[in-house]
């Protein structure tokens, strides 16, 4: 089975989604008593291992050493511009039970609603005019380089879901025993975006836990950068 469909394109989506359903689901069979040692276990089937940390480390820890001016400069336009705090901090859904904060930069007015982006009426009235431009270049999700940096996420994997997030029930039922951790970008960010349905996203990523590969990883980096620099499935 092809486990990279995603390289051919986003018309491809209709396949992954099928191919994603025909997965079976195994069942985990050592049970583990202690709720740290649980939690330390299901992170230990993380996709990608070892391997996958030490890369995630090098690359954010570059990105943040490279970027530390100009990310002190988008700080300083956004704390200027707009009423409120440099980042907004959401609560995020890891995938082994239990959260984390997930930092951004600030694009949305001060008592915007917390919800996912697609289901904004009209995202554009809660956005700042920083805002705006900060999220149409995806410059707002680089403060979560550092949450890579500290073992939270990782470059690729699932987008880290608000616990309210329609997709969080259907990708738990999906994944079964198969994780990842949660990713800076993922195979639904390169395939629609804000424009993926809860359903479909969920399927994504519960292939990319059950396929993972290092070509499947930069392939989707690779895609990533060609999104971004297109704007394209920004809310």
Request: net charge positive; charged share 20%; glycine share 8%.
């Amino acid at each position: 089975m092809d486990k990279e469909p995603f390289l051919v394109g986003h018309e491809t989506g209709s396949r992954l989604v099928m191919q994603a359903e025909a997965l079976g689901s195994s069942r985990l069979t050592r049970s583990v008593s202690h709720p740290d040692a649980a939690y330390a276990s299901c992170r230990a089937l993380y996709a990608g291992g070892r391997g996958k940390r030490a890369f995630d480390i090098v690359i954010s820890l570059t990105g943040l050493v490279a970027l530390a001016i100009p990310l002190l400069l988008v700080a300083a336009l956004v704390k200027l511009s707009s009423r409120g705090p440099v980042l907004f901090w959401s609560e995020r859904d890891d995938g082994c039970g239990r959260t984390f904060l997930m930092p951004k930069f600030r694009t949305m007015r001060v008592g915007a609603p917390l919800q996912p982006r697609e289901q904004f009426a009209d995202a554009a009235d809660s956005l700042t005019p920083t805002g705006q431009i900060l999220r149409r270049l995806s410059i707002d999700e680089l403060p979560q380089l550092f949450t890579v940096l500290t073992g939270k996420m990782s470059l690729v994997g699932p987008r880290p879901l608000l616990l309210d997030d329609p997709a969080l029930a259907q990708r738990k039922m999906l994944l079964g025993n198969a994780r990842a951790r949660p990713g800076l970008t993922g195979l639904a960010q390169v395939n629609g975006r804000n424009f993926v349905t809860p359903r479909r996203k969920a399927h994504y990523d519960a292939f990319y836990a059950r396929n993972w590969s290092w070509r499947m990883d930069a392939g989707i980096l690779a895609k990533t950068v060609r999104v971004v620099l297109s704007r394209s499935g920004v809310l």
